[in-house]
């Protein structure tokens, strides 16, 4: 009877250790979500406008369509980006446009200029909203490729990479990237977005924290066990203390060993050869025919 109520005080503690666990891990979850440290939003989009013509009949071409190089006029970039933190956040940002060519089919770059188009030096606010328009004249880089080709004779692979790049707290972390293609006839422009900088916010590990779990839950197992263990022993003890001596003196125990892992076993013996069972310290012992049946807690 009194195994039986151990056994249902054992499970009942484990049975609230890991409940408690996993309401914890739900209101963590619940509230990391509900209180980010930052709110993002970037809704940049880029439009294209063509030169008078009798084939088009709207200038205007939305983004993410192939154009035709030569019938470009301007790429009409706008840059809307939002970024709301919990703190105060010092940042500066610039749109920079990159003219950079490759020889070798884009192997290897050998040429690269630089063109700033906006500068926005140190803002610090829990808000970083960034609304700008930019006319780029398209035709202008194409002409300022052309001028490099002639002038050396070659010719090359030529991007335009126009970025907005913010720097927050002194460190370089979000933007967006365009990227058009100046020497081919038939174009596609790209647009990249980093969001590097949202996986340095404070997350919660799940794996690491199921892991933790597992280990404290398993050292609580052994521990409750050990516990019972010697809780056991000691009442094995009490029913059979008139069979046991305790001894100040340390056995000298030299051969003829057999080690048991039980103290019941030590105890079977002692009792079926109706002799003592000698105590020193943390070891028991009993000798029968010059063998020493020992066990060690």
Known sequence: MQ??????????????FIGFLFLGLFYMNKNIQKDPL???????????????NHYFYNNKIDANHYYIANSIQSIDLYFNYYLKSKKNENYSYDIIATL?????????????????L???????????NIKENYHLDYSYYVNYVKSFQEYYNIKTE??????????????????VLFTIPISENIIEIEMEEDHTFLENTPKIDFHKIISF?????????????????????KTILKKYQDILIVTQNEPHINSNIIYLTHLKDLINIAVN????????QNTYYTIIDNIYYVYKT
């Open 213 to 233: 779990i597992f280990i404290v839950l398993i050292i609580i197992l052994v521990g409750i066990k050990i516990l019972f263990h010697k809780e056991n022993e």
């Open 38 to 52: 930052y709110q993002f939003q970037n809704e940049t989009y880029y439009e294209v406008t063509l030169k008078p």
């Open 3 to 16: 195994e039986k109520r151990k056994r249902r005080v054992f499970l009942s503690v484990i049975i609230f």
């Open 273 to 280: 050869n109706n002799i003592h069972i000698f105590n020193y």
């Open 158 to 175: 030529t991007y335009l990479y126009v970025q907005l790049h913010i720097k927050m707290n002194d460190e370089n972390n979000p933007y």
């Open 100 to 116: 950079k060519s490759y020889a070798e089919n884009g192997t290897k770059l050998i040429w690269t200029k630089d063109f700033n």
């Open 118 to 128: 906006k500068n926005v030096n140190n803002i610090n606010q829990e808000e970083i």
